[in-house]
């Protein structure tokens, strides 16, 4: 039976609901209590002394490096295979992204091939957690330390994923995270700064201390569109909404589709700093209660996904240390030519998508040739959706003649 299902999805339940808008009707949504809680919370979460609420991942990031006082033009070890907002914070504090190796197995750095990008002028490494993973952070760790190099992580994609019992996040000096829709943890938009040390934190804190509140009137509207954002990637508001014109659009005009997924990188400059408002601080403490158990319906998705692939020719399904444990933001596989797959999918109802992270450099084969797809993986799903993706992404592959 024919099934559509949405790229991402963004996970409220009723009482979610019924928290904004009491705190749109109740006047709380600028400011109140929530906001002090939600960053305790979640430092209490990730075992970590520090954590400051901000309005982005990439404004996390960049108040991170502006804290740690690097000489202009300092030289920072970033993964190759990045999200773009992490090479302009970097810029945007004033410092060189440097590039380095990732694996294609598991997307993140490739702790063997570090030290082809260490020159003199490095000052720092930074790691992303592709995916929903950790990545291979024994490796990267001692490699840093061997170095002398400060490690600052973005976990945004693995927020809860763990690797021997520690939160991805939770390994470095200091690390982000990004509250976005699609995040497995969301606040309408929206970043943490989280670190072990005090003097990164009231660093952090005295450059959000410096901002305006948002208005009441700017939080309605944000939360407004998040609402619909959210009724548009219900399974009913999906098919009855948005997927229409997507199949067509994928049919005909497949640039324009993805057109509509892309950011304005402009509109987002990692400076524009606000404060995290109390209303969105309100929704980050529910999803924090309902995040392992989201967490653990996308691994049991992701199982039953990553089972139903494994006898499919010509498709790299992904690898990661047994004792890591993943909350699968997205299950990213490698197929010959991504971009033919993932049209192919949409066919069939099935969304996926091809180019959220960008190549930036050492461009490898599976780089080159665009391999990397990432097939939906949410707590939106039922496991008939599970199935369903298997299915789909089977028989394209065989019309593909993979
Ligand atoms: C790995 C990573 N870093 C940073 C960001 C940027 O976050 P934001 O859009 O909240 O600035 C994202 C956003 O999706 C991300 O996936």
Redesign the pocket.
């Known amino acids: 039976m024919f099934r559509t299902i949405p790229r991402h999805n963004i996970n409220l339940s009723k009482e979610e609901i019924a928290l904004i808008v009491s705190k749109i009707l109740d006047g709380s949504a600028p400011s109140g209590n929530d906001l002090a809680a939600f960053e305790d919370e979640m430092a209490v979460y990730q075992g970590l002394p520090f954590v400051a609420a901000v ?7 960049y108040l991170i490096l502006k804290a740690m006082n690097f000489s202009l033009g300092s030289e920072i070890l970033v993964p190759a295979y ?2 773009y ?2 090479v302009e ?1 970097v810029k945007a504090a004033g410092l060189s992204p440097v590039f380095a190796p990732c694996h294609p197995r598991h997307y993140a750095l490739d702790p063997s091939r570090l030290d082809s990008a260490l020159t003199k002028n490095t000052v720092a490494l930074i790691v ?3 995916f929903g993973q950790t990545a291979p952070m024994d490796d990267i760790m001692d490699w840093s330390q061997g170095h002398g190099l400060p490690v600052i992580e ?4 693995s927020i809860g994923a763990s690797l021997n019992g520690k939160k991805a996040g939770s390994f470095g000096l200091a690390s ?5 829709h ?2 497995n943890l969301m606040t309408f ?3 943490l700064v989280l670190t072990k040390e005090e003097k990164i934190y009231r660093e952090v804190l005295q450059q959000i201390v410096k901002t305006r509140p948002i208005e009441a009137g700017k939080i309605r509207k944000e939360a407004l569109s998040g609402l619909v954002n959210w009724a548009l990637t219900t399974r009913i508001g999906y098919q009855f909404g948005p997927f229409a014109p997507f199949f067509l659009l994928n049919l005909f005009d497949r640039k324009r589709l993805e057109a509509f997924f892309e ?1 304005a990188h402009s509109l ?1 400059d ?1 400076k524009a700093l606000k404060p995290l408002s109390n209303l969105q601080a309100g929704l980050g403490r529910e999803q924090l209660k309902r995040l392992d158990e989201r967490n653990s319906k996308r691994r049991t998705l992701a199982e039953q996904i990553i089972h139903g692939l494994s006898d499919t020719n010509a498709l790299s399904l992904p690898e990661y240390p047994p004792n890591s444990i993943g909350t699968w ?1 997205a299950l990213a596989v490698r197929v010959p030519s991504s971009l033919t797959v993932q049209r192919e999918c949409l066919r069939y109802g099935v969304d996926t998508r091809a180019d ?2 960008t190549g930036f450099a050492y461009q490898d084969e599976w780089l080159r040739h665009g391999e990397v797809l990432y097939l939906p993986c949410h707590p939106g799903m039922s496991f008939a959706d599970a199935d369903y993706v298997v299915e789909t992404v089977k028989k394209v592959m065989r019309k593909l003649a993979y």
């Open positions: 309005n982005s991942g990439r404004a996390a990031l990045s999200f907002s992490v914070s992303e957690h592709p973005d976990a945004s994609q982000c995270m990004s509250l976005v699609g995040k938009g929206g970043g950011e987002y990692p933001n959220y992270m």
